[in-house]
């Protein structure tokens, strides 16, 4: 292709030409006799068509979350035999997740015993340390193996932070023991 760069960098708005010297192209919009910038990108020009469009600057890097990445995640949501896990961290990567991603985690990836009922191994609020188990949105996690579970639990009565004594969750409030598929890192001073 026979390209010219116009300007290195344009931001979204910014007068690029008027519609006399080029046609509109991707990336673009005309206001008035002006082509303006739809986003921040480069401005390159098509010298065979005389059009000019905007490569976007903000690359799609690799993907945040791979398959096998271990993450930390609130539960937001059960519906059945799915919950919806609101994914704040990926373990091991210097990631800062702009926005929290959503992952899913269906009854079948909880624990390699039959579970009758979600509720019986995960409540709302807990945060868990899961495992990512396909590559791409809606996010598949899986809890099963030892160290993956509930990391952090709040008490269903008071909504205390749990502790854990004699291998079971305790409020040490309430004073009653709750049921959860614990991770072997149940913590209660975790950071997310
Ligand atoms: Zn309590």
Known sequence: MNEKVLKQVVVPGEEIGVIEEFLPGEGTYVDGGSVRSAMLGTAVLDLNERRVRVRSLIKRGPLAIERGDIVLGEVVGIRKDVAVVLIRKVEDKELVLSKPLHGMLHISQV?????????????????????????????????????????????????SLMTIRNRKLYC??????????LSAKYSTNLKL
């Open 111 to 159: 624990s390699d015993k039959f579970v009758e009922f979600l509720s019986d191994v995960i409540r709302v609020t807990d945060i868990l340390r899961a495992k990512v188990i396909n590559s791409r949105p809606p996010y598949q996690l899986s809890i099963k193996e030892r160290g993956l579970g509930v990391v952090t639990a709040f008490c269903s009565n008071c909504q």
């Open 172 to 181: 040490p409030r309430c004073r009653v023991q709750e049921e959860r598929k």
